[in-house]
């Protein structure tokens, strides 16, 4: 299956100010998801999208963030206003076409985010 | 509570050698089980799942086993070759949206 694409791969921000993560999957599959891993650390589930709408959200995921899927096909990841612990690895993963049951899932290769 | 941890953060085996990676968890409610791969700079990369109500299956070179007695979960990599390096971590998926709740990670170090 078609792998899936993350822009920015890094990006560096002041605290305080706005980031968008980008993600491209492929149009017709269902499930969505963020993760995010701090250096070192273990991959953290953020959100889960299906449908267009939020499915499930972690503690992590409060309301500095926010995920959106303008057009149908982009998947964005927002922060509202950057925190020093923000920084981290952001990783998108979509489902298989079937469906994630199994646990299978594609991740991008991850957008590294570095607040100062 | 869910938790997926890892017995060893590091192992170092000989190339050619087989591999073993640890896993114990927690939430025996999960469907499924699935090892990821990830490399320096990478993403994590699917390897193998296995489902609750199985023990045993493989791969090429894997081989998943699940023990819900003790709730264990290994990987086996035969003849493990360099490009085998890499962080391991297991992973179930649990909720409503399939989520994977993932362990801490062992690095596998294959020696030439």
């Known amino acids: 299956e078609p792998e899936v694409t993350q822009t920015p791969s890094h990006q560096v921000t002041q605290m305080g100010q706005e980031v968008i993560l980008r993600c491209v999957p492929i149009?017709?599959?269902?499930?969505f998801y963020w993760y995010r891993q701090i250096l070192g650390q273990k991959v953290e589930f953020l959100v889960s999208?299906?449908?267009?709408?939020?499915?499930?959200k972690s503690e992590i995921f409060d309301d500095q963030f926010s995920v959106e899927r303008p057009d149908g096909s982009n998947f964005t990841l927002k922060i509202r206003s950057t925190k020093l612990e923000d920084s981290a690895m952001y990783f998108c993963?979509?489902?298989?076409?079937?469906?994630?049951?199994?646990?299978?899932?594609?991740f991008g290769e991850g957008s590294r985010l570095t607040v100062l | 509570g869910e938790s997926v941890g890892l017995h060893l953060p590091t192992l170092s085996v000989q190339e050619g050698d087989n591999s073993i990676i640890n896993c114990a968890y927690s939430n025996s409610a999960s469907d499924y089980f699935i090892w990821y791969k990830q490399e320096s700079g990478k993403g994590p990369q699917f390897i193998i799942d296995i489902r609750s109500n199985m023990d045993k299956r493989q791969g090429q070179r894997v081989t998943v086993l699940l023990n819900k007695t003790v709730k264990h979960l290994s990987l086996q990599i035969a003849a493990t070759q360099p490009g085998d390096s890499a962080v391991y971590f297991c992973a179930e998926n649990t909720g409503s949206s399939y989520k994977l709740i993932f362990g801490s990670g062992t690095r596998l170090l294959v020696r030439p």
């Open positions: 993963a979509r489902g298989l076409a079937g469906g994630p049951e199994t646990g299978e899932l594609f």
């Open positions: 999208f299906y449908n267009n709408e939020i499915s499930e």
């Open positions: 149009s017709n599959h269902l499930y």
